[in-house]
C-alpha cells in the first residue's frame, strides 16, 4: 500500500514572522449589502472620523506589520557586522543608502541581496529579500529586538540547533520561507497573491502595506459615502458597512453565584471570532476572495487538533496561534470574543496583568492563596501562568495558549502531555505535582477539557481508541473541535458503532464537526459513503463542499442526473480551491488524487508532475505518482520514480515502505524485505510499515524475525488491530 494523501489536504500554512508585497492599488470586493461592490479607500479616509481609533493603531503591531526597508524602519545592525552560521559568513552593510545582505543563497553561493521589507518590530524583525520571479522571501538570520539586558540586539538564526544549508527545506530560498504564499495574507491589506502557473512567477499586490482598518472591517467605500449623506440616509442600520463588528455592543458581563460572570445576552454569531482567525489560526486559503464577515470556512480551511500540532488535550505545540485553542476554552463557550480582552486597534490587552481577569473571576474568590496555593505576587499566583502556560516560537517570541484550561499534571503522568505546575517547577517531577494538587483538592484536578484520553489513545493506535472516540463525537460537553477532531481520527475504523458515530456528526449543526467527519470517512467503501455525505456538496459552506467533493470523488454507480450534477459543482469548487494554492506541490498532488480517482490518468500524472516542478523534494509526489503509474501497468517507470524520490531523500521512510512494495509485486519478495525493512527504522511509528514488513517475514518462513517485528510494533502501539491479528498468524502457522 503506497501513501496517498488525502484528495481534500491543501497546503497548510507555516507561520514565519513576515509581511509584505509589491504595488498598490484599488481593488473592489464583495458587498453582501448593496447593488455595487465596496472598494478599497485607504487608512486615510477612516482616519478623519476615527482619529482616537486611528492613533491607537498607529504604531501598533499591525500598522509595523510590514514596512518599506528604510532608516527609520529598519532596526538591525546594518553595519558591516557579521553572523556565522552552518560555514556561511553573512554580512550585513549598507551601500548607496539601501541596506544590503551578503549570504549564501539558491546555489549555495555568497551573493548581494538588497533588503526591499522589514516584516515585524517585537520581539523581533526579519527582512525580505528578493528573488527572481517576484518572490520575497523571509531571512531566517533576524534582528532580535528586544532590549540588551533581556538578550536582545543580536543577530540570530531561527533555526538553531540545525545546519540549514541551501539543500534544506527550511533555507530561505526556499518555499517555506516564501512571503508570497506563507505571511502575505496576513501582513497586508487586501493581498492579491497573483500567481502564474505556467511561468511560476508572482505579480502579488496588496491595497496597503501593513493590516489596515479595511483589513478587519472590509472595504469602506460605502461607508464613507454613508458617512457624508444627510441624516435620512445615516439612519441605514448597517452604515455601509461590508461588516458590523458589534457582537459586544450593549452586552455586559453580570456576577455569578460561583464568582465568575455571565453574558447578558448569548453570543448568537461568530464575525468577530472567525474575523480575528482568519490569521490567528493554522489555516489554508480556499477563496479566491476573503471579506469581512464571511465565515471563516467559506474562506479557509482551518487545521483541527492534529497530532504534532496540538498536545493531546488540547494544548498548542507548533505554531498554530489562538484559534484552535481558543476554541476548546470555557470562554469560548460562554460567549467570550476577543475584543472581550484585547484592545482591537492598540492590540494590548484592555487591562493589565490579572486586573484584566479581575473583571469577571471574582478577585476574593480566586485571587488567594485558597485557589492559587501559592504566595500572592508570586509567579504561581498568576492566573495566566496557571491557566495560559505559554511555548516560546522563532527562538524569541512567547505566545501563550489561550484554551484557558485548569493545570493536570496528572495528565503528564499517563499521557505525557506538559502542565504549567511542571513549567514553573521544572526540578520536580510531574508526578510529585499530581501528589500535591490531589492533597490539595483530595482528587485529580478536573477541566473543562476531557477528551485528552480519547485523543491521547487515537495518537497511539491503541485498540481502545475506538470506542471512546464513538463516545466523543457526540458528546455534547466536548467543544466542537474536539468532537471534529474526533470523528477525524475515526479515518480507516471499521464497525456500525463508528459509522454510526460519523452518520450523526455529517449532519450536525456545528460545521466544525461535519468538516471532521468527512475526513473520518476515509477508509468507508464508496457506495455507503455517498449516501452519508452527498447532502454536504450542497452545504452553504466553501470548505464543506470542498472536502465532500475530495471525499466523494467520482461518485458511486448509479448515481441520478440530480446527483450527478451536485457533484460536479462541488468538484468545480474542489479544483478552485485547490487553484488558490497553485505555487504549492501539495494543490497539485490533491488535483492529481482527485483525477485519480475519477480514472483521470492523464490528468493525475500532469498534475503531480506539476508538483515535482514546483518542489522536486516533496516526497508525497513521487509516492502517490508511482502509485499512479502502477495502476497503469507502468511498472518500471512508477520503480524509476520512486529511485528519483530516494535520490533525494534517502532517509524517507514512506519511499522505502513503497519500493518495498514495487518488489513485492515484482515478485522478488527476497529483495522487498531490505526496503521494508528500512522503512521500518526510519519510522517506527508507523503500525502500517511493521505490518507489511511482518507479513513479508512470515511469507518468506522467517517466523522469529516476524515474532521480533511485531513486538516491537506492538510495544509502540498497543492494541493495534492488523499488529494483534498478524501475531495471532504467527503463533498459528
Request: aromatic share 6%.
Amino acid at each position: 500500500m503506497s501513501l496517498r494523501l488525502r484528495p481534500f489536504l491543501i497546503a497548510a500554512v507555516v507561520a514565519i514572522v513576515a509581511l509584505g508585497a509589491a504595488a498598490v492599488f484599488r481593488s473592489r470586493a464583495w458587498n453582501p449589502r448593496g447593488p455595487e461592490p465596496a472598494q478599497h479607500v485607504g487608512t486615510a479616509a477612516c482616519a478623519g472620523c476615527h482619529a482616537a481609533e486611528h492613533t491607537a493603531w498607529k504604531g501598533s503591531d499591525h500598522d509595523l506589520a510590514m514596512q518599506e526597508a528604510g532608516d527609520s524602519t529598519v532596526l538591525g545592525d546594518f553595519g558591516g557586522s557579521e553572523f556565522r552560521y552552518a560555514g556561511v559568513v553573512t554580512r550585513f552593510f549598507r551601500r548607496d543608502g539601501r541596506y544590503v545582505v551578503n549570504t549564501d543563497g539558491p546555489d549555495g553561493k555568497n551573493a548581494d541581496f538588497e533588503v526591499r521589507y522589514t516584516f515585524g518590530v517585537d520581539p523581533l524583525q526579519q527582512y525580505l529579500l528578493e528573488l527572481p520571479g517576484g518572490r520575497l522571501q523571509a531571512l531566517s538570520i533576524a534582528w532580535d529586538t528586544r532590549p540588551e539586558e533581556r538578550g536582545g540586539q543580536r543577530w540570530f538564526h531561527l533555526y538553531p540547533g540545525e545546519r540549514v544549508t541551501h539543500t534544506d527545506v527550511l533555507h530561505w530560498t526556499r518555499r517555506s520561507q516564501n512571503w508570497n504564499h506563507m505571511c502575505a495574507e496576513c501582513h497586508s491589506t487586501d493581498l492579491r497573491k497573483n500567481y502564474d502557473a505556467a511561468s511560476l512567477t508572482y505579480a502579488t499586490r496588496f491595497a496597503e502595506i501593513d493590516v489596515a482598518c479595511e483589513a478587519c472591517h472590509g472595504p469602506g467605500s460605502r461607508h464613507v459615502a454613508w458617512a457624508k449623506r444627510g441624516p435620512g440616509w445615516k439612519s441605514t442600520p448597517e452604515k455601509g458597512l461590508v461588516v458590523a463588528l458589534d457582537e459586544r455592543h450593549g452586552v455586559t458581563w453580570n456576577p455569578e453565584a460561583d464568582g465568575t460572570a455571565a453574558r447578558s445576552a448569548p453570543r448568537t454569531t461568530a464575525r468577530e471570532i472567525e474575523m480575528c482567525a482568519r490569521c490567528h489560526s493554522r489555516r489554508s486559503r480556499i477563496a479566491a476572495e476573503s471579506v469581512p464577515g464571511q465565515p471563516l470556512l467559506d474562506t479557509h480551511l482551518p487545521s483541527l487538533l492534529e497530532q504534532g500540532l496540538y498536545q493531546a488535550d488540547g494544548q498548542i505545540q507548533g505554531e498554530v496561534y489562538e484559534y484552535g485553542s481558543f476554541l476548546q476554552s470555557r470562554m469560548h463557550s460562554g460567549g467570550v470574543t476577543c475584543s472581550d480582552c484585547h484592545d482591537p486597534h492598540r492590540l494590548s490587552l484592555r487591562s493589565a496583568g490579572d486586573e484584566m481577569c479581575a473583571g469577571c473571576h471574582e478577585p476574593a474568590r480566586f485571587a488567594t492563596p485558597e485557589h492559587h496555593r501559592h504566595p500572592p505576587g508570586s509567579a504561581g499566583a498568576s492566573c495566566i501562568g496557571c491557566h495560559m502556560p505559554q511555548r516560546t516560537y522563532m527562538e524569541v517570541d512567547p505566545r501563550r495558549d489561550h484554551s484557558f484550561r485548569v493545570p493536570r499534571p496528572d495528565l503528564s503522568v499517563t499521557l505525557g502531555v506538559s502542565n504549567a505546575c511542571s513549567d514553573c517547577h521544572r526540578d520536580r517531577t510531574p508526578a510529585w505535582a499530581a501528589a500535591r494538587v490531589r492533597e490539595w483538592l483530595g482528587r485529580d484536578a478536573k477541566g473543562f477539557q476531557a477528551f485528552a484520553p480519547a485523543l491521547a489513545a487515537a495518537h497511539r493506535s491503541e485498540g481502545a481508541a475506538g470506542p471512546m472516540l464513538v463516545t466523543g463525537v457526540g458528546d455534547p460537553a466536548w467543544p466542537a473541535i474536539a468532537r471534529a477532531t474526533a470523528a477525524e481520527a475515526l479515518a480507516g475504523s471499521s464497525g456500525n458503532l463508528s459509522r454510526q458515530a460519523l452518520a450523526a456528526a455529517l449532519r450536525d449543526r456545528d460545521p466544525l464537526v461535519r468538516l471532521g467527519a468527512l475526513s473520518g470517512l476515509e477508509g468507508v467503501p464508496m457506495d455507503q459513503r455517498w449516501s452519508l455525505a452527498h447532502h454536504l456538496l450542497g452545504d452553504s459552506l466553501l470548505a464543506l463542499r470542498v472536502q465532500a467533493a475530495g471525499v466523494l470523488g467520482g461518485g458511486a454507480p448509479g448515481l441520478l442526473p440530480s446527483e450527478r450534477e451536485d457533484l460536479e459543482r462541488a468538484a468545480r469548487d474542489f479544483r478552485s480551491a485547490q487553484e488558490q494554492n497553485a505555487d504549492q506541490p501539495e494543490a497539485h498532488v490533491n488535483l492529481g488524487n482527485f483525477a485519480a480517482e475519477r480514472g483521470d490518468v492523464t490528468t493525475a500524472e500532469t498534475e503531480y508532475r506539476a508538483a515535482l516542478a514546483i518542489d522536486p523534494d516533496w516526497i508525497p509526489t513521487y509516492v502517490n505518482l508511482a502509485d499512479l503509474l502502477r495502476g497503469a501497468n507502468r511498472e518500471a517507470e512508477a520503480a524509476a520514480v520512486l529511485r528519483d524520490g530516494l535520490a533525494r531523500a534517502p532517509k524517507e521512510a514512506s519511499l522505502h515502505h513503497a519500493l518495498g512494495l514495487w518488489y513485492v509485486r515484482a515478485g522478488d519478495l527476497g529483495g522487498a524485505i531490505g526496503s521494508l525493512r528500512r522503512a521500518v527504522e526510519l519510522d517506527p511509528a508507523t503500525p502500517r510499515f511493521a505490518y507489511v514488513y511482518g507479513v513479508a517475514l512470515l511469507t518468506l518462513g522467517r517466523r522469529a524475525e516476524a515474532r521480533q517485528a511485531v513486538q516491537s510494533a506492538l510495544a509502540r502501539a498497543p492494541g493495534e488491530p492488523s499488529l494483534v491479528e498478524l501475531q495471532r498468524q504467527i503463533e498459528i502457522n
